[in-house]
Structures are given as structure tokens and as C-alpha cells.
């Protein structure tokens, strides 16, 4: 059994365990049902922004505990102002340290699309993702099988939700190249070694349509590297560890984002 088998059978437990706690009917009562999402796509898009997806991560199976006492407040006002495209946030408590609740707090402060980082196996989730303002959801191809990344995708289209699919391999990406998703990212990391390599980044890169976004994730540590892999059609980079394992995580973010924008100019 690997890490995300074991994150998929907690996350049902805990899927059903919330919706006793909060049925569907009080999630639709919440004041960001009314509010239209914030297009991911588009921001990431922007000239003007960086194109990079800053995450809010205090912990992870693979690194263990990076940075705890994070202020979700001052680290997503400072990611924003440094110049990222969007912000994304773990809501996975038991794995990633994080919780709805840093979404929301997250979401006040900010104008930006916010992805919802989590584990989403069921449209319950996707109701809950609209409840504290996320933008798009994450759907993640090892976890799920194809028909059901379809039906998932196409129910958090109907609330106004993009939805960016996450692959391995190539195997994942063709099975799921008709799921209607808005972006494709390609995780750099192998989930059965934990290994980073951009590498499958690249290699992937000539088979995710024209159509969609792609987005590079994990293991993204320097500027020369997003700039190799723009070449490829790059548009997004989702960047999380680089970032959080400073004690100022909008610091580093600045620093980092100010020089990719001297070697793009």
C-alpha cells in the first residue's frame, strides 16, 4: 500500500464522517456559494503575473513537518504581492497539517484563484470547496479511475469550478485526455519513490493539449528551470516546499519571482 492508497482510504472515512457533521444544505447556506469564482486559467495566463501557483503547505508524507506555525494570513497577502498568478492551499489535515480553515482565511485577505489542494474522491467535497471559496479543485488521476475524474470534473464545472487534473505518467494523462479538465499538471514527483525529476515534465509535455494549461509541479527550485520548461509550454509552476521551508515563505517567494521576472524582461 503507497502513500496516497493510504491518504485515499482515510479521506473516505473522513468524507463521511463531515457529512454528518455538514450536510450539503448548511455548505450551500455558506455567503461564497453567490460569489463567482476567480479564473485559475486566466491568471496564470496573465503577462503581467509569474505564472506560479504558490502554495501554503505546513507538512507532507514526504518531507515531514516544513513549516508548522505558518502565518496563512501574512504568507498569502506577501505571495500575491511578490507577483504570483494564484495561490494554493492544502486542506488535508491528517497527511498535510492544513484545514478548511486556512482556506478561508486565505480567500478573505485575497482576490486571486485559490486551488483547494486536497484529495477529492467525492462531489461532496467539491460542494465543500465552493463553501470556503476555493476557485478550482484538484483532482488527482492515480487515485481515481477515469469515469470518475469525468463525472467529478463535470460536477465542479457546474458550480463555476475549474478543475486542475494532476498526472504521473502518460498512461494517466491519455486515459483521462477527455475529462474536460481546464489544466493538466504534471507531478514531477514519483509517488511510489518519492523521487523529483522535471524530466517527466518535459516528456509529457507534446501529449497535454493545446486546450488546457500545463502546469509543472513539485521539485521546481530555481528559475533556470521554469525557463526550460516554458519552452515546452509551460505556464504554470506550482511551487510549495521551495518556498515554505523559509521562515518567511512570501520572502523567498519575492526573491525568487523578482529574479524570474529580470531573466524574462
Given at each position: 500500500?503507497?502513500?496516497?492508497?493510504?491518504?485515499?482510504?482515510?479521506?473516505?472515512?473522513?468524507?463521511?464522517?463531515?457529512?454528518?457533521?455538514?450536510?450539503?444544505?448548511?455548505?450551500?447556506?455558506?455567503?461564497?456559494?453567490?460569489?463567482?469564482?476567480?479564473?485559475?486559467?486566466?491568471?496564470?495566463?496573465?503577462?503581467?503575473?509569474?505564472?506560479?501557483?504558490?502554495?501554503?503547505?505546513?507538512?507532507?508524507?514526504?518531507?515531514?513537518?516544513i513549516n508548522p506555525h505558518v502565518s496563512v494570513e501574512r504568507t498569502s497577502i506577501g505571495y500575491m504581492q511578490a507577483g504570483a498568478s494564484a495561490l494554493s492551499v492544502l486542506t488535508d489535515t491528517n497527511f498535510f497539517g492544513g484545514s478548511n480553515d486556512d482556506l478561508?482565511?486565505?480567500?478573505?485577505?485575497?482576490?486571486?484563484?485559490?486551488?483547494?489542494?486536497?484529495?477529492?474522491?467525492?462531489?461532496?467535497?467539491?460542494?465543500?470547496?465552493?463553501?470556503?471559496?476555493?476557485?478550482?479543485?484538484?483532482?488527482?488521476?492515480?487515485?481515481?479511475?477515469?469515469?470518475?475524474?469525468?463525472?467529478?470534473?463535470?460536477?465542479?464545472?457546474?458550480?463555476?469550478?475549474?478543475?486542475?487534473?494532476?498526472?504521473?505518467?502518460?498512461?494517466?494523462l491519455n486515459a483521462n485526455l477527455d475529462a474536460q479538465a481546464d489544466l493538466i499538471g504534471v507531478n514531477n514527483r514519483n509517488l511510489k519513490?518519492?523521487?523529483?525529476?522535471?524530466?517527466?515534465?518535459?516528456?509529457?509535455?507534446?501529449?497535454?493539449?493545446?486546450?488546457?494549461?500545463?502546469?509543472?509541479?513539485?521539485?521546481?527550485?530555481?528559475?533556470?528551470?521554469?525557463?526550460?520548461?516554458?519552452?515546452?509550454?509551460?505556464?504554470?509552476?506550482?511551487?510549495?516546499?521551495?518556498?515554505?521551508?523559509?521562515?518567511?515563505?512570501?520572502?523567498?517567494?519575492?526573491?525568487?519571482?523578482?529574479?524570474?521576472?529580470?531573466?524574462?524582461?
Amino acid at each position: 500500500m503507497n502513500i496516497l492508497d493510504e491518504i485515499i482510504a482515510y479521506k473516505k472515512k473522513e468524507v463521511a464522517d463531515r457529512k454528518e457533521l455538514y450536510p450539503v444544505k448548511l455548505l450551500e447556506q455558506s455567503h461564497y456559494f453567490a460569489t463567482p469564482p476567480v479564473s485559475l486559467k486566466k491568471y496564470i495566463q496573465r503577462d503581467d503575473l509569474s505564472g506560479i501557483i504558490a502554495e501554503i503547505k505546513r507538512k507532507s508524507p514526504s518531507k515531514g513537518v516544513i513549516n508548522p506555525h505558518v502565518s496563512v494570513e501574512r504568507t498569502s497577502i506577501g505571495y500575491m504581492q511578490a507577483g504570483a498568478s494564484a495561490l494554493s492551499v492544502l486542506t488535508d489535515t491528517n497527511f498535510f497539517g492544513g484545514s478548511n480553515d486556512d482556506l478561508m482565511t486565505a480567500r478573505k485577505f485575497n482576490f486571486c484563484p485559490i486551488l483547494r489542494k486536497d484529495f477529492t474522491i467525492d462531489e461532496y467535497q467539491i460542494v465543500e470547496a465552493k463553501s470556503i471559496g476555493a476557485d478550482a479543485i484538484l483532482l488527482i488521476a492515480a487515485a481515481l479511475p477515469p469515469a470518475r475524474v469525468k463525472e467529478l470534473a463535470a460536477f465542479a464545472h457546474s458550480f463555476g469550478l475549474e478543475v486542475l487534473l494532476e498526472v504521473h505518467n502518460e498512461e494517466e494523462l491519455n486515459a483521462n485526455l477527455d475529462a474536460q479538465a481546464d489544466l493538466i499538471g504534471v507531478n514531477n514527483r514519483n509517488l511510489k519513490t518519492f523521487e523529483l525529476s522535471v524530466e517527466i515534465s518535459k516528456q509529457l509535455a507534446k501529449r497535454i493539449p493545446d486546450t488546457v494549461v500545463k502546469v509543472s509541479e513539485s521539485g521546481i527550485e530555481s528559475v533556470a528551470t521554469i525557463l526550460e520548461l516554458k519552452k515546452y509550454g509551460y505556464e504554470g509552476f506550482l511551487m510549495g516546499q521551495n518556498f515554505m521551508q523559509h521562515a518567511r515563505p512570501e520572502i523567498a517567494a519575492k526573491e525568487f519571482i523578482d529574479e524570474l521576472k529580470k531573466a524574462t524582461h
